[in-house]
């Protein structure tokens, strides 16, 4: 009974390291899939959020805001870091 136990302790190291080494490096493997798709979920958001993609090409000035309207914009701007709002309290759902 002895020599079955000890030729069975022998064994089985010798037949579970070639099935660890397998599974280890069966995680290794390379997912060609997703590495040709990489990335095309950002250039697909980018496109779709692009009115004009040739609008790079116009050098012609931009109509819009005059320069006083720009600098009253850019200061209410500047100044609402300058003090910052109270923040409230977000757990008085429920309570009196």
């Given amino acids: 009974m002895r020599s079955v136990f000890h030729a069975m302790q022998c064994r089985l190291p010798r037949l579970l390291a070639p099935c660890a080494l397998a599974a280890l490096l069966g995680a290794c493997s390379l997912s060609p899939r997703m590495d040709r798709d990489f990335g095309n979920s950002l250039h697909q ?41 109270a923040q409230s309290n977000g757990f008085t759902l429920g309570t009196k």
Avoid at 54 to 80: F, I, M, R, T, W
């Fill in 45 to 85: 958001a980018q496109a779709q959020q692009t009115l004009n993609p040739e609008a790079k090409h116009n050098q012609s000035p931009v109509n819009g805001l005059d320069a006083q309207a720009a600098k009253a914009a850019y200061d209410n701007y500047q100044k609402s870091f300058a003090q910052p709002e």
